[in-house]
T-cell receptor, first 119, second 115 residues
C-alpha cells in the first residue's frame, strides 16, 4: 500500500501568493516523522521542514509551514508569498521508526508535485 | 546543518563497467543512507550504510550489485557494479544525526548515465 500520497502532479501559483501542496500518509505507528523537500532542476534535495507526530504545534520555517492534521493523516505544505525561485519539484516523505522507538531513518517518499510560480 | 559532498557530481559510463560514488560529511553523523532516483521518479532507499559492518539493503537491492562501505562516521561509498542503462539515475547520499535527529539531509547527488 502506498504510504505517502501527493495527489497534485503539478501546481501553478502567481508570484507573491500563497500555495498549498497536499500530502496524505498512511501508517499504523503512533510515532513517525513527516518531511518536505524541494528539488530544483539541479537535482539536489533541499530539506524544508519537519513535523513529528507528537508535535502539538504546526512546524514553521520562514515562508514554509506545515498544516498537520493528524486525524486526517495529512501534512500539507504551505508556502507563503511565493517567489520565482520556488519553482521546483516538492516531495513529502515519512520516516519510520523501529520497534524500539528510535529512528530507523528510512524515508518513504511521495511522487512529488511540480510547482510553477508565474511572474 | 551538515555539509555533504558527493563525488563525482555526474558521469557517463559504458555498459558493464562499475562506478564508485563517494559521500563525505563535514561532521560525524549517526546514520548514512544511499538513495536512488530514477528518471521522472521519486526516491527509493537502496541501503543503510553501517559503520564497521555490512550495509543493510532494502528489498530489490543486493550487495553484489551495490556494494557499500562506511569506514568511519563521516564517509561512505556506493559502487554501482556491472552497469546497464537501467542504472541511469541520480544517486543521493543522506545523513541523520550528529546535529539533530529531526532533520535528514541529502548530498547534491551523482547523476549517472549508462550507455
Amino acid at each position: 500500500a502506498q504510504k505517502i500520497t501527493q495527489t497534485q502532479p503539478g501546481m501553478f501559483v502567481q508570484e507573491k501568493e500563497a500555495v498549498t501542496l497536499d500530502c496524505t500518509y498512511d501508517t499504523s505507528d503512533q510515532s513517525y516523522g513527516l518531511f518536505w523537500y524541494k528539488q530544483p532542476s539541479s537535482g539536489e534535495m533541499i530539506f524544508l521542514i519537519y513535523q513529528g507526530s507528537y508535535d502539538e504545534q504546526n512546524a514553521t520555517e520562514g515562508r514554509y509551514s506545515l498544516n498537520f492534521q493528524k486525524a486526517r493523516k495529512s501534512a500539507n505544505l504551505v508556502i507563503s508569498a511565493s517567489q520565482l525561485g520556488d519553482s521546483a519539484m516538492y516531495f513529502c516523505a515519512m520516516r519510520e521508526f523501529n520497534a524500539g522507538g528510535t529512528s530507523y531513518g528510512k524515508l518513504t517518499f511521495g511522487q512529488g508535485t511540480i510547482l510553477t510560480v508565474h511572474p | 546543518s551538515a555539509v555533504i559532498s558527493q563525488k563525482p557530481s555526474r558521469d557517463i559510463c559504458q555498459r558493464g563497467t562499475s562506478l564508485t560514488i563517494q559521500c563525505q560529511v563535514d561532521s560525524q553523523v549517526t546514520m548514512m543512507f544511499w538513495y536512488r532516483q530514477q528518471p521522472g521518479q521519486s526516491l527509493t532507499l537502496i541501503a543503510t550504510a553501517n559503520q564497521g559492518s555490512e550495509a543493510t539493503y532494502e528489498s530489490g537491492f543486493v550487495i553484489d550489485k551495490f556494494p557499500i562501505s562506511r569506514p568511519n562516521l563521516t564517509f561512505s561509498t556506493l559502487t554501482v557494479s556491472n552497469m546497464s542503462p537501467e542504472d541511469s539515475s541520480i544517486y543521493l547520499c543522506s545523513v541523520v544525526g550528529g546535529f539533530s535527529t529531526d532533520t535528514q539531509y541529502f548530498g547534491p547527488g551523482t547523476r549517472l548515465t549508462v550507455l
